[in-house]
């Protein structure tokens, strides 16, 4: 599929690790809340491309990527150092599972997110679609710092009687250190938001992250009874598995 070359339109420095950008964005260019894109740097004549999920809202005018910084990585440690006018190579192609079309109708959505796999959570509650689809959506974003919780401001200012928004930090003083998902196992996740117990038959599940958490998830909810989407069919969770972690981002 053929890259487009684009501008870098704005720059945010979240946290030393984390910062995200806006570009132009490709004539004709489609999408999906939540979906994902590959996009890359030239270098000597040599692109550089990773994936990245798509933070806009698909009415939005330009494209929004978050990033974590990787100092040795190949791509982000130069990628952290654009600025605006700088030119950023974005393909054609958008794929991804998280997505409404990878989940079935249901009571409450669950938005799992470690770091930056939040990125494609931002995308679905900026658009309307997912709140037509849902009685709530639950967005829990864990990180190991606080300036880490990218777009915090935008998402408690979203948060109403459709959505409720969980933030926990790991590794310094916060009113929650506990991880998002042993929030989720454990059932306390539920009590403190005054929410009956996820149920498979009502209630959907999407996780995007680091490798670890998402491994634990998809093994916690298929032993209780669960259902991933796969090339089979739509299921009652899902989760992003094309590029997780640090490692895809670099």
């Known amino acids: 599929m053929p890259y487009h070359e684009q501008s870098i339109t704005s720059v945010r420095r979240w946290s030393p690790k984390t910062f995200s950008f806006t570009t132009t964005r490709p004539p004709g260019f489609a ?3 939540g979906q994902f894109v590959t996009l890359g740097l030239r270098r000597e004549g040599k692109l550089v491309p990773r994936a990245y999920s798509i933070v806009s809202d698909p009415r939005e005018p330009d494209l929004e990527f978050l990033s974590i910084h990787v100092p040795e990585g190949e791509l982000t440690s130069q990628l952290a150092e654009a600025d605006i006018g700088d030119s950023v190579w974005i393909n054609s192609k958008v794929t991804g599972s998280l997505t409404l079309d ?7 959505l669950y938005l799992l997110a470690t770091g ?3 990125a494609p959570f931002i995308s679905l509650i900026r658009g309307e679609k997912v709140f037509e689809r849902f009685e709530r959506v639950i ?6 710092t606080a300036p880490e919780l990218s777009y915090r401001e935008e998402i408690e200012d979203r948060v109403g009687p459709q959505l409720r ?5 790991t590794r310094e003083p916060h009113a929650n250190n506990q991880r998002g998902a042993d929030l989720f196992r454990s059932g306390e996740l539920f009590a403190m938001l005054g929410l009956p117990a996820a149920d498979p038959e009502q ?3 999407m996780l995007c992250g680091n490798p670890d958490m998402n491994r634990e998830m ?6 209780r009874g669960w259902t991933m989407t796969n090339y ?3 299921g009652n969770f899902t989760v992003e598995q094309a590029f997780v972690g640090t490692s895809g981002r670099e």
Not at 102 to 108: E, I, S, W
Not at 139 to 144: I, Y
């Open 31 to 33: 999408f999906q809340n």
């Open 102 to 108: 990878h989940v079935q109708p249901g009571r409450n």
């Open 116 to 118: 930056t796999g939040i």
């Open 139 to 144: 967005l829990v974003h864990s990180v190991r």
């Open 165 to 169: 928004y969980v933030p926990t930090v």
């Open 203 to 205: 209630d959907r599940v």
């Open 218 to 223: 998809v093994t916690f909810l298929k032993e």
């Open 232 to 234: 089979k069919g739509i």
